[in-house]
């Protein structure tokens, strides 16, 4: 079984302290966000005296220590959340409404333009399975 480790990551003036809590040992500071996980990471594998591949870790960034951003911070990640939900709705209504024009005899061209995207990305949209994880872009071309 693969080992899994949560790192939590706080901000403290110019430092990110990074630790897993409950686990001695196994802290770091870093000047930037993004070298977290390779020194946490590091340190995990010197402690433990294992491979640096051979666990999983995910560095979570404590929101509460980032003061007077983390209100910004928040409202952005709860709207991209949105705009994702969004845009997975209406990937599934423009399949959906792609199903149904061609279901009803509608050549691609028409479906396109009805649709306000091309014929081919009509095509593209009719060959990808519903569940795929792949999003239909519903902008117009």
Not at 54 to 69: K, Q, R, T
Not at 83 to 110: I, L, N, P
């Amino acid at each position: 079984m693969r080992l899994s480790y949560r790192a939590t990551a706080r901000r403290d003036g110019r430092w990110w302290f990074v630790e897993v809590p409950g686990e001695q040992g196994l802290y770091t500071q870093v000047r930037r966000l993004d070298q977290a996980e390779a020194m946490i990471r590091e340190v995990i594998s010197l402690v433990r005296e294992v491979p640096q591949d051979s666990f999983d870790l995910v560095v979570d960034p404590d929101l509460e220590s980032l003061g007077a951003v983390r209100e910004a911070v928040e409202a952005a990640l709860r709207e991209r959340e949105r705009a994702s939900a969004a845009q997975e709705a209406a990937s599934t209504a423009m399949r959906h409404a792609v199903s149904e024009v061609r279901a009803s005899g509608y050549t691609s061209r028409d479906a396109g333009m009805l649709l306000g995207v091309s014929n081919q990305r009509i095509s593209q949209i009719e060959r990808r399975p519903a569940d795929s994880s792949v999003r239909d872009e519903v902008l117009p071309d």
